[in-house]
């Protein structure tokens, strides 16, 4: 069998007999890029329904669709794992999300703090870097991307049931640990370049879902301390166990 | 007392009173871009002296000289860790080494494997990545960038006290974890896009020095690897523990 050299995410359902149209810019992927041919296969993942194999039905330069065979694999959804996060620039805001999808996070969560006053996002791009990042990885899951909100509502309204892992800069040094499970939702909080202010740590001091963790005695970018937090979570709590 | 704006490695030996002499991209940098004038601090920093307090003593477009006060932090050397990586795409090879200086890697070895074939580095322009990132993330010691080699040649040559933590991503999935220590000398290995030959495999496999260690269910870009790698070794190993 033909291995396939493509892997694409597609919104529509995903089984076996069903017909996926392709988008335009799908279309321009796949035949003019890519150069399929009827017959040639892809991997198709939509975030629900795991992996499958699909060939091409119908190809044009604009249009086609392609034929779900068999799943490849099952869906393999992360833990329930927040990412928040306070984008400065775009090139490393744009790293955090493609590295959150990678390393299994559930939900990306973009925020303003007192010391970041970024107005707006790019939320349709920033979602396009998760499925890029499950396209490349060999997810079968897509984590969403929220809207950007500000720090302090979100922690005025915190559930009451999810632990928020907090990654304090001024904790470099300290030999603070990931703390024993109390639950299975959880968030990882990575503190924007220039800090929390004084009102934002004891906003967070105050919540006892919180827990603070040191990222070693280096002060490490946003988004190299977004890469180790996980990877601290993933391996005391989450699918790396 | 006033705050330094600007951290800067420098190549000269640092103490106190020692006058350090800028070169012409450093002044333009310190007084073009920064617009420092006489008196105004600076961090200075050079891998080996720790961190000193120095204030513009001479300052011209395309010259200038600092004289040394005190210094602000002694040297705080990382683990003798090395990281060993095939380097493949421009940009992800430049973010490796600025995450591996951020990480606390002493050592950065850029090799050649089987199914990478870049035939070469530009070791100058790395090494400036890994001093660019030292001075950003507050480090005092900046890891050496060798000189690109082929894989097979350096394992031939692998010294007896040093342990390989092999991040295979065959690996994937399984629920290997890193060993307990066998003495403090360390290298991580990252596999490359493309995974690593079976030659490859079964060196790195003959080696009683050899941890293979899973970085996890998803399969994760070179870059990602190398900080989640970096991220285990120090938190079990390190100088996180």
Redo the contacts between chains.
């Keep these: 069998m033909k291995q396939a050299k493509v892997r694409l995410y597609v919104e529509q359902a995903l089984g076996a007999g069903q017909s996926v149209p392709l988008e335009r810019d799908q279309a321009h992927y796949l035949f003019g890029v890519m150069r399929l041919a009827l017959g040639d296969p892809v991997l198709l993942f939509n975030g629900r329904d795991g992996e499958w194999r699909a060939v091409v039905a119908e190809a044009g330069k604009r249009a086609g669709s392609l034929a779900c065979e068999a799943q490849t694999r099952p869906l ?1 959804p992360p833990p329930d794992l927040w990412l928040i996060f306070a984008p400065i620039k775009k090139a490393r805001t744009d790293f955090i999300v493609e ?1 959150a999808a ?3 996070a559930a939900r990306i969560l973009p925020v303003q703090t007192d010391f970041t006053n970024s107005e707006r996002i790019r939320q349709d791009r920033l979602q396009a870097h998760a499925v890029e990042a499950a396209e ?4 079968t899951f897509v984590p969403e991307v929220a809207g950007l909100q500000r720090l302090d509502r979100l922690l005025a309204d915190w559930p009451d049931d999810r632990q928020l892992m907090f990654c304090d800069e001024a904790e470099a040094g300290s ?1 603070r ?1 990931l703390g024993a499970a109390s639950g299975d939702k959880w968030a990882i909080l990575i503190g924007p370049e220039g800090g929390f202010s004084e009102a934002e740590r004891a906003r967070l001091a105050a919540h006892p879902q919180t827990h603070v963790v ?8 946003a988004d ?1 301390a977004a ?2 937090a ?3 979570w ?2 005391a709590l ?4």
Tied chains: 1, 2.
């Design positions: 393999q590295k990678e390393m299994g490349q990885c060999g997810g030999a640990r040191s990222l070693g005695p280096r002060i490490l970018r190299t890469v180790a996980m990877t601290l993933q391996q989450g699918d790396w166990a």
